[in-house]
């Protein structure tokens, strides 16, 4: 089960404008709960006038040897949304030496390193996940390449542009790197402009050799993740390939369908090992109604993208207002989002342990 703890900031550091870095140091009796995989999220938690605030993080730095300990630190980058109540607060309050509630890592847009070619579309702050797979696919795995297709606005808005060119610099025949900047020419490279699915599906085939590509990974907003899948789609590629992690959702993208519930139902739910049976109040969702009564259920964003609420489902039919975080496969054999999640029937089953 995913815990949190207090963590001190061992370092924060300015990336861009309107983006930091925060380095988190992990002690010694905590190593091995906050073992991750590259490519996986931190829960970041705070409380304001009495109301908890939980936001994701992706975790930058390269993961640990399988064979070795767990890590002594942890990064993750921030990138300042307009109205957010956390990435304001990280960058104008959190100093070197605060303490900050730190969830063990989440998350399966993970890449176990192995031979062979993989390649990401990312968009802004999308670099981060895939900045840690990437450093550590190269570093495991001598006979892995990978391309790396970027996409931001300006070169001064870039995050992590020196962690990037330094692996570059490192691995120089295994690392293909393509910025495009959607608001500002480059002097050499592709021209400016969105890389949306016309594009990327003619771009990519010039980039490299598409068929052969072992896992595409995409990450940032909704409509570059979009747009990007429905090129590789276009262009033949297996959808098992092609592993997904949005950013930014907007309120109205991919409404539900409309479905009737029962006028009452309960959910029983299966956590940590411990098991109860509660009502389901006229329209929350079923995470809302196993927080009323087990608050250390897990979540991090409640807005469908992040999967830290995964679930089993045993029993029962629900609704999903939205997905953004489940792979075809996971709900295909049964897997949902607690919080996104509404009972159709009058029992509903979930299980967090699986």
């Not at 550091?13 to 991750?36: G, K, M, N, S, W």
């Not at 802004?124 to 450093?135: H, N």
């Not at 050799?209 to 896992?215: I, K, L, N, T």
């Not at 792979?327 to 089953?349: D, F, I, M, R």
Request: charged share 25%.
């Amino acid at each position: 089960m995913a815990r949190f703890h207090p963590l001190p900031v061992a370092a924060v550091d300015r990336i861009t404008d309107d983006a930091v870095a925060l380095t988190f140091a992990v002690p010694p009796e905590l190593r091995e709960e906050y073992r991750h995989a590259p490519g996986q999220h931190l829960a970041l938690r705070r409380r304001v006038d009495g109301t908890e605030i939980r936001r994701t993080y992706s975790i930058c730095s390269p993961a640990p040897d399988p064979a070795g300990e767990g890590p002594d630190s942890l990064r993750v980058g921030v990138r300042l949304v307009e109205g957010g109540a956390f990435s304001a607060y990280a960058l104008k309050e959190i100093n070197v030496g605060d303490e900050l509630e730190v969830m063990t890592p989440a998350g399966r847009f993970t890449l176990e390193p192995a031979p062979g070619l993989y390649a990401a579309v990312v968009g802004g702050s999308g670099i981060t996940p895939v900045l840690s797979i990437v450093a550590t696919l190269l570093a495991r795995e001598p006979a892995a390449r990978f391309c790396l297709i970027r996409s931001d606005r300006t070169a001064a808005s870039t995050m992590f542009l020196e962690e990037v060119a330094d692996l570059k610099d490192r691995y120089p025949e295994r690392l293909q790197l393509v910025t495009v900047l959607s608001r500002e020419e480059q002097q050499a490279g592709l021209p400016s402009g969105r890389l949306d699915r016309e594009r990327l599906a003619g771009l990519l085939p010039a980039l490299l050799p598409v068929e052969q590509v072992a896992g595409w990974f995409l990450c940032g907003p909704y409509g570059l993740v979009e747009g990007a899948e429905q090129a590789l789609r276009e262009l033949g590629v297996d959808r098992g390939r092609i592993h997904q992690e949005i950013f930014h959702v907007d309120a109205g993208s991919a409404p539900a369908a409309p479905a009737s519930a029962p006028a009452h139902s309960t959910v029983t739910a299966r956590l940590d090992g411990r098991g109860g049976t509660w009502p389901v109040r006229e329209g929350e969702s079923l995470l809302e109604a196993v927080l009323r009564n087990r608050p250390d259920a897990p979540y991090a964003c409640k807005g469908g993208v992040c999967g830290t609420c995964r679930a089993f489902l045993v029993a029962g039919e629900v609704r999903m207002d939205r997905n953004f975080a489940l792979e075809t496969e996971e709900t295909e054999a049964g897997y949902v989002l607690a919080c996104q999640s509404h009972p159709l029937t009058e029992a509903v089953e979930l299980d967090f342990d699986r």
